[in-house]
């Protein structure tokens, strides 16, 4: 299972630091990511964080956003700085093996 939690609201330039729990199961044993969907527009993925902690970023968020993993806490973060209106959407944390097969609920960023 995977819990997201951390959006809100916050005006342009801000920062906010999304966090997703994941219980039932060890997260080092995944490949994890974090994507988003706005209003009206497909879900899309921002970053990526593999087993073997290399990391691929939507060319959108490189340099703003920054995943990370705390294998102890079995947490995964995105802390996203300069926040944009374009950010605004439903952040979803997911994980797998061999395709994304967990989800998590999302939780809402707006920046306006």
């Known amino acids: 299972q995977l819990v997201e939690s951390g959006g809100g609201s916050v005006q342009p330039g801000g920062s906010l630091r999304l966090s997703c729990v994941i219980s039932g199961s060890t997260i080092n044993r995944y490949y994890m990511a974090w994507f988003r969907q706005a209003p009206g527009k497909e879900r899309e993925g921002v970053v990526a964080i593999f087993t073997d902690g290399s990391t691929m970023y939507a060319d959108s968020v490189k340099g703003r956003f920054t995943i990370s993993k705390d294998n102890a806490e079995n947490t995964l973060y995105l802390q996203m700085n300069t926040l944009e209106p374009e950010d605004t959407a439903v952040y979803y944390c997911?994980?797998?093996?061999?395709?994304?097969?967990?989800w998590g609920q999302g939780t809402q960023v707006t920046v306006s």
């Open positions: 997911a994980a797998g093996r061999s395709g994304f097969t967990y």
